[in-house]
């Protein structure tokens, strides 16, 4: 599975961006899928996680309320849709798809390559 995020850019504080993660090579659409992100010099960090089926979504406490995951399994595709960002939302966005079993999953693999999100103040 490869995964291909994309819908970054610069954006000003309060507005909004929506991110894609697009897969190929096979379907992920039994499997939950989260989103995470790195900001320059620090870890990366958890941002949100959906289940396989969508019913069921978990959210960083950073980002509840302004962010909301989604997808779409027809089209192998996730979405995280960001409002009223800030300074401290600037990063590097990346998804990937987690472990069957509990949810949230603990564990995510096939890592898809990032999408820089900038917000200016």
């Known amino acids: 599975v490869q995964l291909q995020a994309s819908g970054g850019g610069l954006v000003q504080t309060g507005g909004s961006l929506r991110l894609s993660c697009a897969a190929s090579?096979?379907?992920?659409?039994?499997?939950?899928m989260g989103w995470f992100r790195q900001a320059p010099g620090k870890e990366r960090e958890f941002v949100a996680a959906?289940?396989?089926?969508?019913?069921?979504?978990f959210y960083a406490d950073s980002v509840k309320g302004r962010f909301t995951i989604s997808r779409d399994n027809a089209e192998n595709t996730v979405y995280l849709q960001m409002n009223s960002l800030n300074a401290e939302d600037t990063a590097v966005y990346y998804c990937?798809?987690?472990?069957?079993?509990?949810?949230?999953?603990?564990?995510?693999?096939?890592w898809g390559q990032g999408t820089q999100v900038t917000v200016s103040s």
């Open positions: 990937a798809v987690g472990s069957n079993g509990a949810f949230p999953p603990r564990v995510y693999s096939h």
């Open positions: 090579g096979r379907t992920y659409s039994n499997s939950p």
């Open positions: 959906i289940d396989w089926s969508g019913g069921r979504t």
